[in-house]
């Protein structure tokens, strides 16, 4: 009987422990289905319709704005000259006209204030058309403040009308210029609000194909057209994406044939970009610096890209750099063309206007004329370009050393006192595998020189200068000029302060702990070291020599001078800037990826 009991007892235990568990997960079942549904958040390009040339992206756009409108820099840059000759340009004018019409369609002005109020979390700006100014807006927000934007507030004004399940606002009105007169153009504003989501259009199709996205509709999706998600993909993945501030995406396949590209583009490097068909650019914010991260997709990927270590000559980089560049594999004809121009011609860079056709020559091409029976055949002809023939031997040299590095730094003069004429030191540095022969460099730049300083070579004497534990040689005469071998390092420098200065910053982490070893180009900026000495020589191009104000409530409707106020003025705006660094590699894949540092004096 109590054997009996205690069974029976165990298994009523048993029921009961299975009872309760499958009461537990009943329960914990039914909770489950009672919580409210929460779906990850697709990415704004899934609502954006295809067709876009250029795609900006910020997870946090009002963060954006407010760190900028609350910045000394934007309230210095609104108040500087330079911004009053940029509010004259055609540019600007045709961006006033754009917003004029915009404010005609849309009831109110899209001002500041206005931007203020329908900037929200995750926003993206996508472009269809460049001349056109055409648009598509998406930001997500709170669903009431969606609700309450100031567009709603006048959709009475609008028609009404429905995509699927749901209803957007269209206007279109002829807007006017800056000056207020009527521009007799059309500008369609269009508006619609879907849950979170806050979508401004300035085409009808572009509203209603972005409703129909959001109501998973089609999937005809920016996110999914060939050329960006091929950009996309192309960008290296990184351990802080998630710190990303803003994402700008470029369809250079058709950006850079457009006319307003080749007009607007601040670069001027419109040949140089046609060779690639896409482009990320990331930025990512810290308060001590920007860092902006570059992805460039070129046309042909089979195209061999040449990178080589560079540390070789950006060793030799002071800690007040001035401005460098540094280039992996330089062939000959750039390099005698930056020692011609900065070390032995020194002349200035030549400036064509691209607005301006080149002089057509008109005249009557002759095959020979009466002077040239005077003309001996059996001796050699006197060469009609000394000055060219004169760097044969150098150009030799440089073919026969293969440099694999070249490095091109300037930095402007100190001076002295108050002297007017200053110069701009200069140097050339080139790096090899096999050790350069000073002898032989000697006597190339005597060669170099010959024809420009002197008559059969008088004054060209190298002598041996000594400082600070280190040597180097020295041309006497009229045009300083100094060189010095380590090596496989040849240094060319415009002076011997230049050269001492490199020399001991050689023996120094000159790139910092960067590693370089597979890049084609670097370059540097030191806008702390430069900025005395560039707004100096402004203020003195325009025979200003007090130096440049910005900001100081001056009624003058005079124009700015052009150098001191307008030019300058851009330097004292952003006088926060200490420097901008840029390195350029590439990987295996051929995908051209480039890094530049703007770090900010706080």
């Known amino acids: 009987m109590t054997f009996l009991s205690g069974v029976i007892r165990s298994r009523k235990l048993l029921v009961c422990a299975a009872i309760a568990v499958v009461a537990t997960l009943a329960g914990a079942a039914m909770h489950r289905l009672m919580q409210p549904r929460v779906e990850t958040a ?9 067709g876009a040339l250029m795609a900006v992206e910020a997870p946090d756009f009002a963060g954006l704005l407010a760190a900028w409108s609350n910045s000394a820099e934007e309230k210095a840059w609104i108040k500087s000259d ?23 369609s849309a009831g109110l002005a899209p001002d500041a204030e206005f931007l203020s109020q329908v900037a929200g979390s995750e926003s993206l700006f996508a472009w269809y058309d460049i001349g056109k100014l055409e648009f598509l807006y998406v930001t997500r927000m709170n669903a009431s403040d969606a609700a309450n934007n100031p567009l709603m507030k006048l959709k009475d004004k609008f028609q009404m009308r429905r995509v699927g399940a749901d209803s957007f606002y269209l206007r279109a009105a002829s807007g006017q210029d800056v000056s207020g007169e009527g521009t ?32 998973h509709q089609g999937d005809a999706s920016l996110r999914s057209e060939p050329w960006y998600a091929t950009a ?20 250079l396949a058709k950006i850079a044939p457009s006319p307003y590209f080749r007009s607007y583009w601040v670069q001027r490097n419109v040949t140089e970009m046609k ?34 270590d560079l540390e070789a000559v950006l060793r030799y980089v002071p800690v007040d750099s001035g401005v460098y560049r540094a280039t992996a594999r330089p062939g000959t004809a750039a390099v005698i063309e930056e020692l011609d121009r900065r070390l032995i ?58 440099p694999k590095a070249m490095m091109v730094y300037a930095t402007g003069s100190s001076g002295r006192g108050d002297a007017i004429f200053r110069s701009t030191h200069t140097a050339v540095i080139l790096a090899s595998d096999a050790a350069w022969d000073p002898g032989a460099v000697e006597q190339a730049m005597d060669a170099a020189l010959r024809e420009r300083l002197t008559i059969g070579g008088a004054g060209l004497t190298w002598q041996v200068r000594e400082q600070g534990g280190e040597s180097w040689m020295e041309l006497t005469g009229l045009q300083p000029l100094t060189l010095a071998v380590r090596g496989g390092t040849l240094v060319a420098a415009s002076d011997s302060e230049t050269m001492r200065h490199l020399l001991e910053s050689s023996k120094c982490i000159g790139t910092g702990g960067a590693d370089y070893a597979k890049v084609r180009r670097v370059a540097g900026f030191s806008h702390t070291a430069e900025r005395a000495e560039y707004l100096r020589l402004t203020a003195l191009l325009d025979g200003n020599h007090a130096a440049p104000q910005t900001g100081d409530g001056s009624t003058d409707k005079a124009a700015p001078a052009f150098f001191s106020k307008d030019v300058g003025g851009l330097s004292e705006a952003f006088r926060t800037l200490d420097s901008e660094t840029f390195v350029e590699g590439a990987g ?12 900010w004096r706080r």
């Open 42 to 50: 697709e990415p704004l390009t899934a609502y954006a319709p295809q």
């Open 82 to 104: 330079n911004y009053a000759v940029f509010s004259q340009s055609r540019l600007f004018s045709r961006l006033g006209e754009a917003q004029g019409e915009f404010a005609a």
């Open 184 to 215: 007799g153009e059309a500008r369609t504003v269009a508006f619609a609000v879907h849950g979170d989501l806050l979508m401004l259009a300035t085409r009808e199709d572009l509203i209603a194909n972005a409703l129909l996205l959001a109501q």
């Open 232 to 251: 996309v993909s192309a960008v290296a993945p990184g351990k802080d994406d998630a710190k990303r501030a803003m994402r700008m995406t470029l369809n």
């Open 275 to 308: 060779q690639y068909s896409t482009a990320v650019s990331d930025l990512y914010r810290t308060p001590e610096a920007f860092r902006e991260e570059r992805t460039l997709v070129p046309k042909a990927m089979d195209a061999p890209v040449i990178t080589e």
């Open 345 to 402: 011609s020194r002349s200035m860079a030549a400036n064509r206007s691209l607005r301006v056709a080149p002089v057509a020559d008109l005249t009557d091409p002759s095959a020979g004329n009466s002077s040239d029976l005077d003309t001996r055949i059996d001796e050699q002809p006197v060469p009609t370009e000394p000055m060219a023939q004169s760097l044969d031997g150098l150009r030799g040299l440089v073919e026969a050393a293969h």
């Open 588 to 599: 295996a894949d051929g995908v051209v990826r480039q890094t530049v540092v703007y770090q």
